[in-house]
T-cell receptor, first 116, second 116 residues
Framework: GAVVSQHPSWVICKSGTSVKIECRSL??????MFWYRQFPKQSLMLMAT?????????EQGVEKDKFLINHASLTLSTLTVTSAHPEDSSFYIC????????????FGSGTRLTVV | AQKVTQAQTEISVVEKEDVTLDCVYE???????LFWYKQPPSGELVFLIR??????QNEISGRYSWNFQKSTSSFNFTITASQVVDSAVYFC?????????????FGQGTELSVKP
């Protein structure tokens, strides 16, 4: 089945630094990927839609300059949290959608970001 | 706009009890998909079921069953004879295929605790 690899699984960074999270589709081409953020005891909130070769579409309230999304190839989307602050500490998870007969989503395993 | 409501934030049952998790959705699209996912403490999302808007047949998979009723815009999930291993957060989600570019929107989640 389809597999999405997300790295790193967890990361601790200092306040003010940037962190990059990678999401790779291993055995299929992902033209569209989604990035979610999940705070403890809360739901998955969609941050942005990432389309290969074009600019990401951000959801209302998500800072484009803070959460940089790049989808340069059909198998890789990256999320960079710039100038991270403690309030950015969260669980980030990516997902690739397949618009095929077997319509569905494949999720990465998530990245737990802690900003100290 | 698409919306998913899981009114039950937390449910606690004793092992072997049956439990139903409610899910109500809103959509203006006639073509959509509904999903249920399980999220154990490790954080990864485990796919349970997908149902498209044209298929109202109920589904049973082992101890799990789903009741899809378009008339009430509900897609409820029942676990029969619950087990401790069923303890997790369960999310219902909705995808409008054509109007929202495949965005998957999650409900608030229901945390199920099954006690021995």
């Amino acid at each position: 089945g389809a597999v999405v690899s997300q790295h790193p699984s967890w990361v601790i960074c200092k306040s003010g630094t940037s962190v990059k999270i990678e999401c790779r589709s291993l055995d299929f081409q992902a033209t569209t990927m989604f990035w979610y953020r999940q705070f403890p005891k809360q739901s998955l909130m969609l941050m942005a839609t990432s389309n290969e070769g074009s600019k990401a579409t951000y959801e209302q309230g998500v800072e484009k300059d803070k959460f940089l999304i790049n989808h340069a190839s059909l198998t890789l989307s990256t999320l960079t949290v710039t100038s991270a602050h403690p309030e950015d500490s969260s669980f980030y998870i990516c997902s690739a959608v397949q618009f095929t007969e077997d319509y569905g989503y494949t999720f990465g395993s998530g990245t737990r970001l802690t900003v100290v | 706009a698409q919306k998913v409501t899981q009114a039950q934030t937390e449910i606690s049952v004793v092992e072997k009890e049956d439990v139903t998790l409610d899910c109500v959705y809103e959509t203006r699209d006639t073509t959509y998909y509904l999903f249920w996912y399980k999220q154990p403490p490790s954080g990864e999302l485990v796919f349970l079921i997908r149902r498209n808007s044209f298929d109202e047949q109920n589904e049973i998979s082992g101890r799990y069953s789903w009741n899809f009723q378009k008339s009430t815009s509900s897609f409820n999930f029942t676990i029969t004879a619950s087990q401790v291993v069923d303890s997790a957060v369960y999310f219902c989600a909705l995808s409008e295929v054509y109007n929202q570019g495949g965005k998957l929107i999650f409900g608030q989640g229901t945390e199920l605790s099954v006690k021995p």
